[in-house]
């Protein structure tokens, strides 16, 4: 919205200002932090009127986690509602990757958010239905593969960039979409299986949202491509506004989140997130470095996978209890360590990430 404001420059006054991406991605990120820092404690006043008892809490979980009753979940809304403002007021509006990312970001955030509502209402940990959850992912998804596909350069449509190796494209043709669907919707899912420990979770979006900050503004620029040997895709340099305010809107849940949290991200978070990290991440070109820079969250995904997969064939588990965070947990580890811990390992992997934009 602000982008228009360019109408009203000359060429060299406060006005030309706003043309700049990373000016309006420094305004993005201080409108969602702010926008955290006002409106977090109302919202979570107000959910814990809702709420009542809050989320509920595992029966078979770590027994540290059993202080936890009564926090109220659905934080979420928070960061969902500043990285969203946010976005709509400094980002070009004509950009259609930005609407792209939007669109799954709200759209999982509706499924975490009803996913979320049926836990309290219900006072279980059950939800809505796994199944109808994985459909409407697996739409939200389809469309939004389908659609970057409808938006990438001729030569890049329908294809797998391989990162390190430079010119590297794989033609996945008409399993261009399925292979978006799996990014998007294992991304969301990922984020979620690891958000288990106050802070846990949204220390390392924020890290990762920094990383494909950088790579979307460096793919959107035609001299940075260049220069760094990627593949040049237009417009996604918009991206780095809304990578900017997910980190902005991050703090200011983090304020709240932080040991001993006074509000949990909840589904509505957690799946809005990771989704749209998966979002950015097919718009950009960048899918396999998603892993990379994600690496954290596929482990806990996996960690997850192996446990059920081994439990089914003999019946013993591998971990103590999964996601792997909460065997730590078992083993004897406080809470913070795990957590700073996690942190420093998602951090160590961004630069791993950002390092294959050069390594060609």
């Known amino acids: 919205m602000f982008y228009w404001l360019t109408s009203l420059s000359d060429g060299g006054d406060f006005f030309n200002l706003f043309r700049y ?142 990162p390190v190796f430079k010119d590297t494209l794989i033609n996945l043709g008409i399993l261009f979409v399925p292979f978006a669907i799996f990014v998007i919707v294992g991304a969301a899912n990922a984020v979620n299986f690891t958000d288990g420990l106050d802070g846990l979770a949204i220390v390392p979006v924020m890290i990762a949202a920094g990383t494909f900050g950088i790579i979307s503004y460096a793919v959107g620029r035609i001299d940075f491509s260049a220069y760094l040997d990627v593949h040049y895709v237009p417009d996604t340099g918009e991206l780095l506004i809304f990578c900017m305010a997910l980190i902005g809107g991050g703090l200011g849940f983090l304020w709240y989140n932080a040991p001993p949290a006074a509000v949990f991200m909840g589904d509505t978070g957690s799946l809005a997130l990771g989704g749209a990290l998966g979002a ?65 390992i998602a951090l160590i992997l961004a630069m791993v990430g950002l390092a294959t934009l050069k390594v060609r």
């Open 21 to 162: 991406i990373t000016f309006r991605a420094g305004g993005a990120f201080l409108t969602a932090l702010i926008f955290g820092f006002m409106f977090g404690k109302p919202l979570i006043n107000v959910l814990r009127r809702k709420q009542g008892k809050g989320q509920p809490i595992r029966s078979d979980g770590p027994e540290g986690h059993f202080a936890k009753v009564g926090t109220p979940t659905m934080g979420g809304l928070l960061i969902v509602g500043a990285l969203t403002t946010s976005t709509l007021l400094w980002a070009r509006l004509d950009t259609a990757y930005v609407w792209m990312v939007l669109f799954v970001t709200l759209s999982f955030a509706a499924l975490g958010f009803a996913d979320d509502y049926a836990k309290v209402r219900k006072q279980n940990t059950a939800g809505v239905s796994g199944r109808l959850r994985i459909v409407i992912g697996l739409i939200v998804a389809g469309i939004a593969g389908y659609w970057a596909s409808t938006l990438h350069p001729a030569d890049l449509t329908n294809q797998l960039a391989v």
């Open 280 to 344: 950015i991440a097919v718009a950009i070109k960048h899918e396999i470095v998603l892993a990379v820079v994600g690496g954290l969250f596929v482990v806990e995904t996996l960690s997850v996978i192996i446990q059920v997969l081994y439990f089914k064939r003999t019946g013993k588990r591998v971990f103590l209890m999964a996601p792997i965070h909460h065997h730590y947990e078992k083993k004897g580890w406080s809470e913070p360590q795990i957590v700073i811990r996690f942190w420093i």
